[in-house]
């Protein structure tokens, strides 16, 4: 099958990759000339693991290609897939401007048959409305699909490849069979591919982010009552964790949730709810929640060293909003450096891959170490804002010999409490019990 996926983002990327990889010629479009030429020299603009050799062994073969020019590749397209960011306006409410764009660049090349699909986050009723754009351009009917994506950044392939579900939203049956056609290589699990209608899917995509995105709000709310009453979060989790009907997932206590999903859908339906004159006490409740989650480690460290942090240095480790990803949108580290810049403390900070990201926007404002171990020497205090696996078991007698406080503030609880005050450490994690002396 021939598909034209415009946008070359996480999403469109990983997608128009992982069609090409069971058998599809696929050309990816974008607007942004430098990172098409980028995708020609088989560089790749993100971090995804495992995503740069699925590229270079596709375009190598001939079925993945990368081009500006939506007009050379669209006329021979039965699918064209819109992945295009949707990135939060002022209000909060999805800004979609770049569907727009990417829906009327296509329009005078489809053919006859061919399927639009929206694999972007969108607002209810979108789709419907890019139906009636493209029907009003070309004067003829059209197919148009909703095909939300339910990608996990550093585990995309894997999430694409064996998905849980596939969802699509229709306006015909061709339309649907033809995506499923296209996805058959990846359900032979027999996990299920699920028909609904456009309102249902785009509305599907978004419940299913905020009540993720509560499930951590949950349990960050949670974690910080534990640590007031002497309870223990790790404890309490097993305990709720257990009963079938809650499950584990996401119900890791932190410094809150980032990235481009969660914080931006959740501001998107509460967004759609006010259109609508509905109230969303709840997901109002989320947003706030985790928005003051982010300052929890911030507060950690002033009651330890007094409102006046000036002349503290702090080591930071992890800056993007998760690991396995150098994506640093919404990430509560930037919260933190914020936070502790204003109140005049110097920053070390090191993450595996987002540091280049971080950069661009602080500058030299803050230190980036090369090597987590650099970033203790001399500092006063270590905070955790990512859980990358290189330091969950690092050289804790070389940190307590280079930390002047030997504090440690992990937003991640990386570490047991008990053998880190063994050890000789003052460390303080979310909704974690306090150790005591035996």
Same mark, same amino acid.
């Given at each position: 099958?021939?598909?034209? &996926? ?22 990816? *479009?974008? #607007? ?47 699918? *064209? ?33 061919? #399927? ?25 009917? *059209? ?34 069979? &033809? ?13 299920? @591919?699920? &028909?609904? =209608? ?17 499930? %951590? !709000? ?9 640590? &007031?009453?002497?309870? $223990? ?6 305990? %709720? ?18 990235? !481009? ?24 409740? *989320? ?10 480690? @911030? ?8 409102? $006046? ?6 080591? %930071? ?45 602080? =500058? ?19 905070? %955790? ?9 690092? $050289? ?31 460390? !303080? ?7 005591? !002396?035996?």
């Amino acid at each position: 099958m021939k598909i034209v &996926v415009i946008g070359t983002g996480y999403v469109g990327l990983v997608t128009g990759t992982c069609f090409a990889e069971s058998g599809n010629d696929v050309t990816c *479009v974008d #607007i942004n000339a430098g990172k098409i030429e980028r995708l020609n020299q088989g560089e790749i603009p993100i971090y995804e693991p495992g995503l740069t050799e699925l590229v270079k062994r596709n375009a190598a073969a001939g079925r993945l290609k990368f081009t500006t020019d939506v007009a050379e590749c669209t006329p021979e397209a039965r699918c *064209v897939f819109l992945a295009v960011g949707t990135p939060m306006d002022e209000d909060g409410s999805a800004d979609l401007t770049g569907i727009w764009s990417a829906c009327d660049s296509v329009a005078p090349h489809l053919e006859e048959n061919a #399927i639009v699909i929206c694999k972007s986050t969108v607002p209810v009723g979108t789709n419907r409305k890019v139906y009636e754009r493209l029907k009003e351009t070309l004067n003829r009917e *059209v197919h148009v699909a909703s095909n939300p994506e339910f990608l996990k950044e550093g585990c995309a392939i894997d999430d694409f490849t064996k998905p849980d579900r596939v969802v699509v939203g229709v306006m015909t049956t061709e339309a649907a069979e &033809v995506l499923e056609e296209l996805y058959k290589p990846f359900l032979r699990t027999e996990h299920p @591919f699920l &028909v609904m =209608g456009l309102e249902s899917a785009e509305m599907t995509k978004y419940v299913a982010n905020c009540m993720l995105a509560t499930k %951590i !709000s949950f349990i960050n709310e949670m974690a910080n009552l534990c640590e &007031v009453v002497g309870a $223990d979060v790790n404890e309490v989790r097993k305990g %709720i964790g257990h009963d079938q009907r809650i499950g584990f997932q996401f119900l890791f206590p932190g410094v809150g949730y980032g990235g !481009s999903c969660f914080p931006k859908d959740v501001r998107a339906l509460m967004a759609t709810a006010s259109e609508h004159q509905v109230s969303s006490q709840l997901l109002q409740s *989320v947003d706030n929640v985790n928005k003051s989650q982010k300052s929890v480690l @911030f507060e950690k460290i002033k009651r330890f060293f007094g409102s $006046d942090l000036k002349g503290k240095t702090i080591a %930071i480790w992890g800056l993007a909003f998760k690991p396995r990803t150098d994506d640093i949108r919404e990430a509560p580290a930037l919260t933190l450096i914020d936070q502790l810049l204003e109140a005049g403390a110097s920053i070390r900070a090191h993450d595996p891959v987002a540091m280049e990201n971080v950069k661009s926007v602080y =500058g030299d404002k803050i230190t980036y170490c090369k090597h987590q171990y650099e970033t203790v020497e001399g500092a006063d205090a270590l905070a %955790i804002c990512t859980e990358w696996n290189e330091y969950r078991t690092p $050289d804790f007698n070389f940190m307590k010999q280079q930390l002047k406080s030997q504090a440690i503030f992990d937003g991640r609880n990386l570490y047991d409490p008990q053998k880190m005050f063994a050890r000789g450490f003052f460390y !303080s994690g979310i909704g974690l019990k306090q150790p005591k !002396s035996t």
